[in-house]
């Protein structure tokens, strides 16, 4: 059974960081894609950032130049550094996986405060 787990989220001030994680166990075949999506309330869940198994990666607007992704293959593990954060960066903050099947965590809650 594949379980997504993500873990760092929390209440920031406005202008500060956080590093999420999500650790992925379980059998997963062909991983195409890690990435992070995240739903405010009252909105429609959007993509935040991706990165493939090669390792390209691709950011929303709203997070470019702030927001880095990365990955450990070996670990399924995947990471989202988020700096100079808004208060309009609040939400819930969820992990996806792409492989043969497309999986996603339970999310973790980020709480900008301004």
């Known amino acids: 059974q594949v379980q997504l787990v993500e873990s760092g989220g929390g209440l920031v001030q406005a202008g500060g960081s956080l590093r999420l994680s999500c650790v992925a166990s379980?059998?997963?075949?062909?991983?195409?894609?890690m990435g992070w999506y995240r739903q405010a309330p009252g909105k429609q869940r959007e993509l935040v950032a991706t990165?493939?198994?090669?390792?390209?990666?691709n950011y929303a607007d709203s997070g470019k130049g702030r927001f880095t992704i990365t990955k450990d293959g070996a670990k399924n593990t995947v990471y989202l550094q988020m700096n100079s954060l808004k208060p309009e960066d609040t939400a819930v903050y969820y992990c996806n996986i792409q492989g043969v099947k497309t999986y996603w965590g339970q999310g973790t809650q980020v709480t900008v405060s301004s």
């Open positions: 379980g059998s997963i075949f062909s991983i195409r894609a």
């Open positions: 990165i493939s198994s090669g390792g390209s990666t």
